[in-house]
């Protein structure tokens, strides 16, 4: 079964930091692009950062470039976000999806599908 549990969320101060933790179980970890996702209360849901198999290449939205930071363990199947000089706008739920897992279904097709976490809340209040 594909798991991701996020982990690592909590209530900070503005300008405080926080380091996200994402744990992968069921698929080939090391093949997948990864990607944290959220999505404020009236905004629509916003591609964070994401991170290639290898790890060498990123991407970041405009609003977290400079203060976030992406990175992976293909060792440990775990993906992190760094969250540097937090601001209140940063305040939702943060998770951590994986796109296109392969799967052979019971009729013998295969299907590539999105598998998603429970989350885990950061909370940016003073």
């Known amino acids: 079964q594909v798991q991701l549990v996020e982990s690592g969320g909590g209530l900070v101060q503005p300008g405080g930091s926080l380091t996200l933790s994402c744990v992968a179980s069921?698929?080939?970890?090391?093949?997948?692009?990864m990607k944290w996702y959220r999505q404020p209360p009236g905004k629509e849901r916003e591609e964070v950062a994401s991170?290639?198999?290898?790890?060498?290449?990123?991407n970041y939205a405009d609003s977290v470039k400079g203060r976030f930071t992406i990175s992976r363990d293909n060792e440990k199947k775990t993906v992190y976000l760094q969250l540097n000089n937090l601001k209140a706008e940063d305040t939702t739920m943060y998770l951590c999806?994986?796109?296109?897992?392969?799967?052979?279904?019971?009729?013998?097709?295969?299907?590539?599908?999105?598998?998603w976490g429970k989350g885990t809340p950061v909370n940016v209040s003073s």
């Open positions: 999806p994986v796109h296109a897992v392969i799967n052979q279904q019971s009729n013998g097709r295969y299907l590539g599908s999105s598998y």
């Open positions: 069921g698929f080939d970890f090391s093949t997948y692009a």
């Open positions: 991170i290639v198999p290898s790890g060498s290449i990123t």
